[in-house]
């Protein structure tokens, strides 16, 4: 089956500094590509959606300068997380299709503390 | 907008013990229903979907339009059943809505 991948599985950083979480579709090419944000004993909660080439669309209440992401390549997708504070600590996961597909291929997911 | 709701955070049964894990959806039009499944310490992953109609680790779950259902059902549970189980609908643009999740415990 398809795989895709996230890295790092889990990252520490200080309040303020900027986070990068990649995910990569190791077998496939992704044309969307799905990043989501589960808080813990909570639903995966979209944040915005993301197609090679093109700019992310976001979700309604996610801050788009806060929250970057870049698909600049049909098996990488990032997520910066700038400016970091506490309560952007939480479980990010990536997703991705291959062209009209409707299956979403789920990575580890990254988990972000934020001292 | 669409939602799917699943009333059970937690559904505890005994090995053996029939499973019911209950999804209801909001949509008017023809909708796209999905079961994922979390094992511990595992990334989610597709465990079945309304269109194919399949049996997948002796689960099924069937749309009922008319209740807007799609409750997931194993006749009889097994200890690696125990999970996170979530119910999602693929919106027009192809976004998935999830529902809460419900933990599936299964005792021995």
């Known amino acids: 089956g398809a795989v895709v991948s996230q890295h790092p599985s889990r990252v520490i950083c200080k309040s303020g500094t900027s986070v990068k979480i990649e995910c990569r579709s190791l077998?496939?090419?992704?044309?969307?590509m799905f990043w989501y944000r589960q808080f813990p004993k909570q639903s995966l909660m979209l944040m915005a959606t993301s197609n090679e080439g093109s700019k992310a669309t976001y979700e309604q209440g996610v801050e788009k300068d806060k929250f970057l992401i870049n698909h600049a390549s049909l098996t990488l997708s990032t997520l910066t997380v700038t400016s970091a504070h506490p309560e952007d600590s939480s479980f990010y996961i990536c997703s991705a299709t291959s062209g009209g597909a409707y299956e979403q291929f789920f990575g580890p997911g990254t988990r972000l503390t934020v001292l | 907008a669409q939602r799917v709701t699943q009333p059970e955070k937690l559904l505890s049964v005994f090995k053996g013990a029939p499973v019911e894990l209950k999804c209801n959806y909001s949509y008017s039009g023809s909708p796209e229903l999905f079961w994922y499944v979390q094992y511990s310490r595992q990334r989610l992953q597709l465990l079945l979907r309304h269109i194919s109609r399949e049996s997948i680790k002796g689960f099924t779950a069937d749309l009922n339009k008319g209740e807007t259902s799609f409750h997931l059902k194993k006749p009889f549970a097994q200890e690696e059943d125990s999970a996170m189980y979530y119910c999602a609908s693929l919106d027009s643009s192809y976004k998935l809505i999830f529902g809460s999740g419900t933990r599936l415990l299964v005792r021995p």
């Open positions: 077998d496939f090419q992704a044309t969307t």
